[in-house]
């Protein structure tokens, strides 16, 4: 009989653990941005402004992984007078899920001088996994390569 029981009770732990294990990202309630939404950003230093940045959310939604999404766009670039001695004209941007606020893909465009990057970054929530794409300056093609 206590054999029985202890049975039992390991089932119960266990069971309780692979439930944690299948949990959801609750949904979560936005307030903080909307669509259409746009930042200005001047960048400076000391008196000068060397640059500026926009961050803008597309007035449209988006259907990413079977999830609606917002896509967020951040815009950052020196100013033309200081562009000749370090040019930067980066892009950054993301799909977000409107109901969880987890982001389904990310990516990066930088023009920094003569450093380039092109990734896109796809996120899996359910899987727990994430696949990164580099942009391959010689083949034009991109790279992939998954992480846990």
């Not at 803008?56 to 815009?75: P, S």
């Not at 606020?101 to 990066?108: D, E, F, G, I, K």
């Not at 929530?125 to 093609?141: A, C, F, G, I, P």
Request: glycine share 8%; charged share 30%; net charge positive.
């Amino acid at each position: 009989m206590k054999r029985v029981f202890t049975g039992w009770v390991l089932i119960v732990a266990l069971g309780g653990f692979i439930g944690i294990s299948r949990k959801e990202t609750p949904v979560t309630k936005n307030n903080s941005y909307s669509p259409g939404e746009e930042i200005e950003y001047r960048v400076n230093f000391s008196l000068f402004t060397v640059g500026k940045a926009v961050t803008r959310i597309d007035r449209g939604y988006h259907k990413i992984n079977d999830r609606t999404c917002y896509k967020v766009d951040a815009y950052g670039e020196t100013s033309s007078w200081i562009g000749w001695l370090a040019k930067v004209d980066d892009n950054w941007g993301a799909y977000i899920d409107t109901a969880r606020l987890t982001t389904q893909v990310a990516y990066r465009k930088l023009k920094e001088g003569s450093y380039r990057k092109d990734e896109i970054v796809e996120f899996n929530h359910d899987s727990r996994k994430v696949n990164v794409k580099v942009l391959n300056k010689e083949t034009k093609q991109y790279d992939s390569k998954e992480y846990d």
